[in-house]
C-alpha cells in the first residue's frame, strides 16, 4: 500500500477522501483523430498531392502520373498504474479509499495519454516503408519566442503557416498553459478590438479563437515535470495542430482491475492498464511556439 495512507488515519472524523488538485484525465484525446490499433505498432499509409497536366494537342497520349505515397509508424507503449489498500488499514480509516485509488489512477492514464501526443506533435516521426526513417520537426515549423510569451503575432502566424499549407481550416486547436493564456491577455491592449475576446478566453467563457480551439493543459507528466514541455531554458512549448495531422493509436483502452492479493496479505489491489502510442501524420499541419515563461 501507499506509504503514506497513514495521513488519512483516522484521527479526527473525516467524510471521505479528498483528492489533491491535479488535472482529470486526458484534455487533448478528443483533439486527434484516434485509431484503435493491434499489435506493438501500427502504419499509416498517405497519398501526396498531384498536378493536372494540361493537354497540347488532339488525340495526345495519355498521360501518366506517378501519385506519390508514404507511411508513418506508431509505436504503442504499455503503461500500468497499481497501489495496495492492506485490510488492516481498512480498519483504521471511517471511509474505504478503494473508489479514490482509481479515479486517481484514470486521471493519471488520462495525463499519460496528453503526455505521448505532445510528444509525438514535436518529436520524431518515423516514415519510410518500414517505418524506420526518422523525420523531425523542421525549423520552418517552429515559432521562435522573440522574448516574448504568447501574443496574438504569434496566433496569426501560426494560422498563416497551416493556412499556406492549405490544411483544412476546420477542427485546429491550440494547448497552451495558463501562464500563457494571462501572457496573451497581458499584451493585449485594453483598447483593441481583440481584449474582450482575450479576457473571455482567459475567464473561460470562449473557446475559440483566430479558428483555434483553445486547450488549457497544466497537467503533471510521469517525471513530475509538466505536460508542455520547456523547449530550453525559459522557452515553454504551445502546440498549434490541425486534427488530422496527429494519431493516436490504442492499442488498449484504460482499463481497471480491483482484486485481492493473496501474496499481499489478501490487500486489495487497484490496477490500471492501457496501452497507447502517437505520431505526427504531416509536418506542415502543426506549429510549434516558443513562449517565455
Known amino acids: 500500500m501507499s506509504t503514506q495512507i497513514t495521513t488519512a488515519f483516522v484521527g479526527q472524523y473525516a467524510a471521505n477522501v479528498t483528492m489533491l488538485a491535479q ?31 494540361r493537354r497540347s494537342s488532339r488525340h ?20 500500468d498504474w497499481a497501489d495496495l489498500i492492506d485490510r488492516e488499514d481498512r480498519l483504521r ?41 526518422p523525420l523531425a520537426l523542421p525549423g520552418a515549423q517552429k515559432l521562435p519566442a522573440a522574448g516574448t510569451g504568447l501574443t496574438i503575432a504569434k496566433l496569426l502566424a501560426a494560422k498563416r503557416a497551416l493556412d499556406t499549407a492549405d490544411i483544412d481550416g476546420e477542427d485546429r486547436f491550440i494547448a497552451v498553459t495558463s501562464r500563457q493564456l494571462e ?9 483593441s478590438a481583440d481584449f474582450n ?18 486547450l488549457r493543459v497544466d497537467g503533471m507528466r510521469i517525471d513530475g515535470t509538466k505536460i508542455m514541455p520547456f523547449i530550453t531554458g525559459n522557452e515553454r512549448a504551445c502546440l498549434a495542430w ?26 486489495t489491489q487497484v490496477f490500471y492498464s492501457m496501452s497507447a502510442g502517437a505520431t505526427r501524420m504531416q509536418e506542415t499541419g502543426v506549429v510549434e511556439i516558443a513562449c517565455i515563461e
Not at 488535472?23 to 493536372?52: C, M, N, P, Y
Not at 490541425?242 to 490487500?267: C, W
Request: glycine content about 8%; charged content about 25%; proline content about 3%.
Open 60 to 79: 495526345a497520349d495519355t498521360p501518366r502520373m506517378d501519385t506519390p505515397h508514404a507511411r508513418r509508424r506508431c509505436a504503442i507503449e504499455d503503461f
Open 197 to 214: 475576446t482575450v479576457r473571455a478566453l482567459v475567464q473561460g467563457e470562449l473557446e475559440t479563437f483566430l479558428g483555434f480551439r483553445f
Open 183 to 191: 501572457d496573451l491577455l497581458g499584451t493585449t491592449q485594453v483598447t
Open 93 to 133: 480509516l471511517l471511509i474505504d479509499p478503494t473508489s479514490t485509488y482509481a479515479r486517481s489512477a484514470a486521471n493519471a492514464m488520462g495525463r499519460a495519454i496528453d503526455e505521448v501526443i505532445v510528444d509525438a506533435i514535436r518529436g520524431t516521426a518515423f516514415t519510410g516503408e518500414t517505418g524506420a526513417t
Open 23 to 53: 488535472q482529470k484525465g486526458s484534455k487533448l484525446r478528443e483533439a486527434v483523430r484516434l485509431e484503435h490499433v493491434t499489435g506493438k505498432q501500427a502504419f499509416f499509409d498517405q497519398i501526396g498531392a498531384t498536378a493536372a497536366r
Open 242 to 267: 490541425q486534427r488530422d495531422q496527429v494519431v493516436l493509436g490504442m492499442g488498449a483502452e484504460p482499463s481497471a482491475r480491483i482484486t485481492e492479493r493473496p501474496d499481499k496479505n489478501y490487500a
